[in-house]
C-alpha cells in the first residue's frame, strides 16, 4: 500500500470543459491529476492523502474519490502514470507499482 500526504500547491484549467489540472507536493513526491469537477474537486491549499492500494478500502465511505484502473505507462520513464476510467495520475517518483496489476486509488481532504 502507499499512502501520501500532499498539499494542493495549483489547480490550472484544462482543454476538456469540466476538468482542471491539479498539482500536489508531499515530503519528496509531487503529483499531477485530473479534476473532474462534476465528480470530486480540490482546490489550492487543501490537504490531501491518496492512498493506492491492490485491494479495495474498507473504510470506502471515508473517501471523497475512490477508482480504481492500471498504469498507463512503464515506470522506468521516471514516473509512475495511472489511469482510472481515463482520470489521469502522474506520480514523480516513481511509486514502484506492478505492470497489469488492478490497483484502487482513493483520495479525500485532510483537517488541519
Known sequence: MVSLSLEVKDVQPSKLEGVKIARAEGQSETVTFDVIESIYTVNSGDK?????????????????????????ADESKGFTLLSLWGILFKFAPPLGLKADTKYYLCMRRVKG
Open 48 to 72: 490531501i492523502e491518496i492512498v493506492i492500494d491492490e485491494s479495495k478500502p474498507n473504510d470506502l465511505d471515508s473517501f471523497e474519490f475512490c477508482g480504481h484502473g492500471y498504469l498507463a
